[in-house]
């Protein structure tokens, strides 16, 4: 079984910044693919930003040069560096993972909790 935790969503002011962890724990060999997805009130939920086992990075036009997503293969981590943020990208953000597990089956569409990034004055 995979848990996957986010965590360091804040209010912030505009222009600010944020680093937002996402964390997959179990029986987990490697972090295959993560995505960061972001939903706003009254809004569908967006792909953010992706990144794969060999850390090829996709992002949403919006977020180009804003948000930087990385990952920490030892701990299983991945992270989303925001910058310069808008108050457009207030919403819960949250991390879905692929993984390979110790077992050698691949855990699909594993979801997390999601973690609230407002960005207001």
């Known amino acids: 079984q995979v848990q996957v935790v986010e965590s360091g969503g804040g209010l912030v002011q505009p222009g600010g910044s944020l680093r937002l962890s996402c964390a997959a724990s179990g029986s987990i060999f490697s972090i295959q693919r993560v995505g960061w997805y972001r939903q706003a009130p009254g809004k569908q939920r967006e792909l953010v930003a992706t990144?794969?086992?060999?850390?090829?990075?996709t992002y949403v036009d919006s977020v180009k040069g804003r948000f930087t997503i990385s990952r920490d293969s030892a701990e299983n981590t991945v992270y989303l560096q925001m910058s310069s943020l808008k108050p457009d990208d207030t919403a819960v953000y949250y991390c879905n993972a692929d993984v390979l597990m110790n077992s050698g089956r691949l855990a699909t569409n594993n979801w997390g909790q999601g973690t609230q990034v407002t960005v207001s004055s």
């Open positions: 990144i794969t086992s060999v850390g090829t990075t």
